[in-house]
């Protein structure tokens, strides 16, 4: 999958420069609605194309259980309506990026089905060079890398990109890896790496889900609380 100008979504080769694989979700239930909307204008978009899911089923929540005081943001949340087109339906936003498309498989009956498939966490994306990018896609070129570089998170700071390492070897290490940071996500994304932090085993953030916890990881940098082995500023 490339994800183009304007959010559209086309398929590509297995291993296309710049391309993103992603595995279907699986057939959406009976009794369950599904659409793409955009999160800015609350409008439905296309088939194919990027935007936030929605959805609508007799399973939906009604608000949260522990979280009072913002109505307004508890609302907006479960009981969202488009802007035009079905504006009466309410729909649950779920804050992940995705897009539906019509499978070309088919299933049990030998129908071909609608298939989702989810991209990442919307607050998550970042906007670098007027474009938008997720950052486990920058994140799985960066591990690639090196075998000793056993996890990476990345964040924006003041429109600067700053790529986070955990070494798993010597610290003599550190310094040959900002070369090989900076250099995977030029090529591979076409984005200059603002700074490179190389940390311990452990230092970034996962919650008990197993996601990474991004935006303490940059608390804690701009805290200067990393502890770091080398930070190497590419500004």
């Not at 936030?52 to 979280?67: C, D, K, L, P, R």
């Not at 940390?199 to 609380?225: C, T, W, Y």
Request: hydrophobic content about 40%; charged content about 25%; overall charge negative.
């Amino acid at each position: 999958m490339r994800a183009l100008r304007h959010d559209r979504v086309r398929l590509v080769e297995r291993g296309s420069p710049h391309s993103l694989p992603l595995m279907e979700s699986g057939k959406i239930l009976p009794g369950v609605r599904i659409i793409i909307a955009n999160p800015e204008t609350k409008g439905p978009m296309g088939e194919s194309h990027l935007g936030e899911i929605w959805v609508q089923s007799g399973h939906n929540a009604s608000g949260y259980f522990t979280v009072y005081g913002d109505e307004v943001l508890q609302s907006d949340h479960f009981t969202s309506r488009l802007s035009f087109g079905d504006t009466q339906t309410v729909w649950a936003r779920t804050g992940y990026l995705g897009f539906l498309r019509r499978t070309e498989l088919t299933d049990a009956n030998g129908e071909r089905h609608d298939a989702l498939y989810v991209v990442g966490a919307l607050d998550e994306a970042m906007e670098l060079r007027g474009m938008r990018y997720h950052p486990i896609d920058i994140e799985t070129s960066v591990i690639r890398t090196h075998k000793s570089i056993t996890e990476c998170a990345v964040f924006t700071w003041t429109n600067l990109l700053v790529v986070v390492v955990e070494l798993e070897g010597s610290e003599q290490e550190a310094l040959d890896l900002v070369a090989l940071v900076t250099n995977v996500v030029l090529e591979e994304h076409y984005l200059i790496v603002g700074v490179v932090v190389v940390v311990d085993i452990g230092v970034i953030p996962i919650n008990s889900r197993g996601e990474k916890q991004r935006m303490h990881l940059r608390d804690g940098f701009l805290a200067d609380q990393l502890d770091p082995i080398y930070v190497a500023y590419n500004m």
